[in-house]
């Protein structure tokens, strides 16, 4: 039997022993007055939890039925911030720090972990959670390059873990309801799914070197884990670290992509596979098709409901195009659609895109019940090798063709050569 069983058998039966003896037993411990008995909870450790991290943090606390016990960061000043969140969350002092990872993997109570680092480390720590047996919420972008989405899924698979993205949006209304319009035949036959994104750019230059500072309240060496060597500088602690090779994923779109092209394949029922054919275009859109003819276009502008961004549609704006109709959603929990009467019937909470509450809890429901969740290990596979074979076109200034099922550029071994990763000793798999 596995850790988690034993130790929620263990304390239903030391729960049922005590009620017979002459001890008062707190209405939480029997899971009375709305609590959530100890046997019921799912306990959790978190690994690198920064701003998002907190939001995300937020988002398991709002479930009654997780408890979060340990921080492991290699910053002292936010570890010691999110020990203080869980103490008044809980109202006592028990969550426990951490400078490595391993002091939470090693844990046997542990059911669960929440991986909130930087691009760099979100692979690396995933599988060393899987192997630990845990299972896994992770931020997103999820993998550095297109090996790293194969060896996430692969050893997922293989230990058999509950595994969630941090791709909120599928677990908000409006977008779930974008993609159930198209998904259910409402738009008619999809034609083209659209993800907004941001623009490409090639990798900044390093910043200047700083001394580093005494390892126990950073730990630079760990801070860069299997990414490549480089200086320290204060400000890629402080979140500088985003377009910097080897510290972010692939020239900016996997950032972006990881939200809005995850939608696209979601709503193309394409979580199992990804486009054939990627072209960059000189105006900063990319255009992706299908093997069945459908196009995901990756794009600046140009949603009917967007006005500006933050006036229209919001951040993340996606649109989903059938032969019968079109739908668009975004972060501003607003939908659009070619013909009101396709959502005049519909009704849904309004939730920001950025919330990841209701996420949290499609999780928390799938360690339970060990079924996939919404955003699982493989759909973020394709979804993912998705952005990078992008990126890839972008970066050569050509079209690429990708075969889904070899996970290969067909007969392009300069595309192939950026498929790959070697991870910086000892942060190794």
């Known amino acids: 039997m596995n850790t988690k069983t034993n130790r929620r058998n263990f304390l239903k039966t030391t729960a049922v022993a005590a009620i017979g003896m002459p001890t008062l037993i707190p209405a939480s411990a029997l899971g009375k007055n709305g609590a959530v008995a100890p046997s019921n909870r799912i306990v959790v450790g978190g690994i690198g939890l920064g701003p998002r991290g907190r939001k995300v943090l ?111 949006r599928r677990s908000v209304p409006n977008f779930k309801l974008a993609a159930h319009l198209a998904k259910s035949g409402k738009l008619g036959q999809v034609t083209s799914v659209h993800a907004g994104i941001l623009q490409l750019q090639d990798y900044l230059e390093p910043l200047p070197a700083e001394p580093e500072p005494d390892p126990s309240v950073i730990n630079w060496d760990k801070w860069l884990g299997p990414s490549p060597w480089m200086e320290f500088n204060a400000a890629y602690c402080r979140g500088r670290w985003r377009n910097h090779k080897g510290l972010y994923a692939a020239w900016r779109l996997p950032e972006w992509g990881s939200h809005t092209i995850d939608l696209c394949q979601w709503a193309a029922d394409a979580d199992g ?91 928390l429901d799938c360690v339970k019940t060990r079924r996939d969740p919404v955003c699982n290990s493989t759909a973020v596979r394709y979804g993912h090798m998705a952005c990078f074979a992008a990126a890839i076109s972008w970066k050569l200034g050509r079209k690429v063709t990708f075969d889904p099922k070899t996970e290969r550029f067909v007969k392009d071994a300069e595309a192939n050569r950026l498929r790959t990763y070697r991870r910086r000793a000892p942060y190794t798999v």
């Open 58 to 168: 937020a988002g398991f606390f709002a479930h009654k039925d997780c408890q979060f016990v340990a921080i492991a960061d290699v910053q002292e000043e936010r570890r010691e911030i999110i020990k203080r969140l869980a103490d008044r969350q809980y109202s006592n002092t028990d969550c426990v720090i951490y400078d490595d990872m391993s002091g939470v993997l090693e844990r046997d109570d542990i059911d669960s972990v929440i991986i909130a680092t930087g691009d760099r480390w979100h692979t690396t720590a995933s599988i060393r959670a899987a192997r630990a047996g845990k299972d896994i919420y992770c931020e997103k972008p999820c993998a550095m390059n297109i090996q790293e989405c194969q060896e996430l899924d692969d050893t997922i698979r293989k230990h058999g873990r509950v595994f969630q993205a941090g791709t909120q």
């Open 273 to 363: 596979t990804t486009p054939i054919e990627f072209e960059a275009e000189s105006d900063g859109m990319i255009t992706a098709r299908y093997a069945n003819g459908a196009k995901l276009i990756m794009r600046l502008s140009g949603f009917e409901g967007e006005g500006e961004w933050q006036e229209g549609l919001g951040t993340c704006p996606i649109r989903f195009e059938g032969d019968e109709g079109w739908v668009e959603a975004g972060d501003a929990k607003k939908i659009v659609a070619s013909n009101p009467k396709l959502i005049e019937n519909e009704t849904y909470d309004q939730i920001n895109g950025t919330d990841p509450v209701m996420h949290a809890r499609n999780f």
